[in-house]
């Protein structure tokens, strides 16, 4: 009589359902009753704002299926799935177990979305253990989320958070300016330009230990632009430069179609890869222009992404395949990320912990806006154990953070900026065409000027591990041996750094 009664009750709710705009899955042993139709992007947005303003995160899987897929709808149905044990970013290569698990879910989405081999849409990975899959049903979803195999399911393709968009500012700026005098000295050769933040971090003094010499560090970005000869193959030899070498690589697809293989190329459009280039590594020459932190290192640049905000599917495939990429290089020591997103990307992570697990030291920009410091706090990947955050601050007396700059617990160091109470005292650098200098600035340069300070010490000491190099700049930072809740270690002295 009791089962009569369940049964019964159960018909009921069914017909009630079925004459609502509700629909209820089957999802093992009970019954999830969802919304027929997906969430508006407004409502996905407001969630998300409402995610990081109470806990300063965002995260897709701990949001319900419903949720997921309406993003998935409004996203060209891209799923980004990380397959695996917990926390198992990468494997090896014929790991029959691996394999197995990501058949079974591949098994899983072809049965509930009834397609075939032939027609559906799939991305496999070749290190990381994700893929991508075209996926158009709730019920899929819920069934991959029962699946022990499952790390994670992202709608990568979904990019209409507009919070992000009106409040960021991409980065990018492809025009000169003229530089206030006050704001470099020069040196040999014959009025090479040094930045006064130089001075601030004593890099100038630095270069009599170290230039940088036999390292090679690793840009991601948005590439070096083929109008700036000082940052191609045979501008960056000249004068006190020489002896290294300048490489371009491009894995940032153009086009609106996911699963499209239309590469942009290696080249800058944008800005600012150029400028994160020549904070590191612009030669020591007598053209008159600012000079790099380690103007002897080697540059390895990626055009990964479009801009500085890892908004777009194409950008966030672009920065793992870059990631993994300079991971497989043994004369690659130092990754240098200045761009980001304001929660985390799973195949992102993934490419991040597969080039730690190459020995990288990795550093990421802290985050640079232009009307909302006070609505973030440090952004993704700087957020993750495995890079190091670094942020800017003004010259003034008492640490306060530069004018677009984020600060918080998760920074590891600071980089002087800007001028006290004087934002447009800010680092000289080379232009996007020949002949330009610009000026810029925020997280980004901090990040690419301690990359360049990293650089001096490992080319001072070519043995160390990256745990020694890591050591050094915490032991020539201002709070050393304590760090500050806001500012991490705080300003690198790069003199005591190589000495």
Known sequence: MKNMYTLVVLVMAITIVSCSKDTIIDAGSEAVQFPENPLTVEQINQRISESIRTT???????????????????????????????GQSFGEEGDSDLESKKNSLLATILNKEQVDKESFKLR???????????????????ALRESDYVRYLEPNGYNQYTDV??????????????????????????????????????????????????????????????????????????GYSSGRFVQKYGTFIDSNWWWSSNYDGPHDK?????????????????????????????????RATEDVLLNDYHERKGVSQALKDLGNRSDVKIISMSIG?????????????????????????????????????????????????????????????????HSGSKIDFTIIMEGDNNTSKAPPVLGFNDGQRRYTGGSSVATATTAGIAALIWSKYPSWSR?????????????YPNKNSSFGYGNIDALEAVQ
């Open 124 to 142: 496999e990975d070749d290190i990381l253990t994700v893929f991508d899959a075209e996926v158009t049903k709730l019920e899929t979803i819920i």
């Open 270 to 302: 944008c800005g600012h890869g150029t400028a994160m280039g020549s904070t590191m590594a612009a030669p020591r020459n007598d053209n008159g222009m600012p000079v790099g932190v380690a103007y002897n290192s080697n540059l390895v640049a990626y």
């Open 467 to 479: 745990t020694q190099v890591l050591n050094r700049l915490m032991q020539s930072s201002e709070f």
């Open 56 to 86: 300063g995160d965002f995260d897709w899987n701990k949001e319900d299926a419903h949720f997921l897929w309406s993003a998935l709808t409004h996203g060209q149905n891209v799923l980004t799935v990380g397959y695996g044990n917990e």
């Open 341 to 405: 997103y304001v929660w985390s990307i799973g195949n992102v992570k993934d490419a991040v912990r597969y080039a730690y697990s190459k020995g990288k030291l990795i550093f990421a920009a802290g985050g640079t806006s232009t009307s909302f410091t006070n609505g973030f706090g440090v952004i993704f990947p700087a957020t993750m154990s495995e890079t190091v955050a670094v942020t800017g601050v003004n010259d003034g007396s008492n640490y306060e953070r530069c004018d677009t700059c």
């Open 165 to 238: 968009q009106q409040k960021s500012s991409s980065g990018c700026d492809t025009s000169g300016a003229s530089i206030n005098s006050a704001h470099y000295s020069t040196i040999a050769p014959n009025n090479a330009q040094v930045s006064w933040h130089f001075d601030e971090h004593n890099i100038r003094d630095a270069w009599n230990m170290s230039t940088g010499s036999g390292v090679t560090i690793g840009l991601i970005d948005t590439g070096v632009s083929k109008s700036q000869a000082l940052l191609n193959s045979v501008g960056i030899n000249d």
